[in-house]
């Protein structure tokens, strides 16, 4: 099965456009200006039934490239993500991060990509967050 050439936005019912922020992940490239970095190697647990790598794996590693300290005490409030392209097992890739001037509190932009030589860009994905109250 192959992905459509696009998809239509999907919104929340109740969900505010001030809440979601651009309708869209800007256009991304594989040399995101980086200020987090991590390696990821894809295996076979990353595959669906398609063999192909779950979309969630892409988020994931996202989430792995943010620093610890962060996931402790922030909880996502807005959650972009724009696939391109497939990885496959056995590949090697790069998540790269960097965190974004927004008047909505932290933002990151992370880029998903192939860390071979073409380094051709597999996902684009913007995170929003928002402290969590600590509880005593």
Same mark, same amino acid.
């Given at each position: 099965?192959?992905?459509?050439?696009? #998809? @239509?936005?999907?919104?929340?019912?109740?969900?505010?456009? @001030? #809440?979601?922020?651009?309708?869209?992940?800007?256009?991304? %490239?594989? *040399?995101?200006? &980086?200020?987090? *970095?991590?390696?990821? *190697? &894809?295996?076979?647990?990353?595959?669906?039934?398609? @063999?192909?790598?779950?979309?969630?794996?892409?988020?994931?590693?996202?989430? @792995?490239?943010?620093?610890?300290?962060?996931? /402790?005490?922030h909880?996502? /409030?807005?959650?972009?993500?724009n696939?391109?392209? *497939?990885?496959? &097992?056995?590949?090697?890739i790069?998540? /790269?991060?960097?965190?974004?001037?927004?008047?909505?509190?932290?933002?990151? /932009?992370?880029? #998903?990509? %192939?860390?071979?030589?073409?380094?051709?860009?597999?996902?684009? #994905?913007?995170?929003?967050?928002?402290? &969590? %109250?600590?509880?005593?």
């Open positions: 099965m192959r992905l459509p050439q696009s #998809i @239509d936005p999907f919104r929340l019912p109740g969900l505010s456009a @001030d #809440i979601l922020g651009e309708d869209q992940v800007p256009a991304m %490239s594989s *040399e995101l200006s &980086v200020g987090l *970095e991590k390696k990821f *190697e &894809v295996c076979a647990t990353h595959l669906d039934f398609n @063999d192909h790598v779950n979309n969630v794996c892409y988020l994931g590693w996202a989430l @792995d490239s943010l620093p610890a300290d962060l996931l /402790r005490t909880a996502v /409030r807005m959650l972009l993500l696939f391109l392209s *497939e990885a496959k &097992v056995g590949e090697s790069l998540a /790269r991060t960097q965190q974004c001037v927004s008047e909505n509190g932290l933002k990151y /932009r992370h880029s #998903i990509a %192939s860390a071979e030589v073409d380094s051709q860009l597999l996902a684009a #994905i913007e995170t929003g967050w928002m402290p &969590v %109250s600590s509880q005593s």
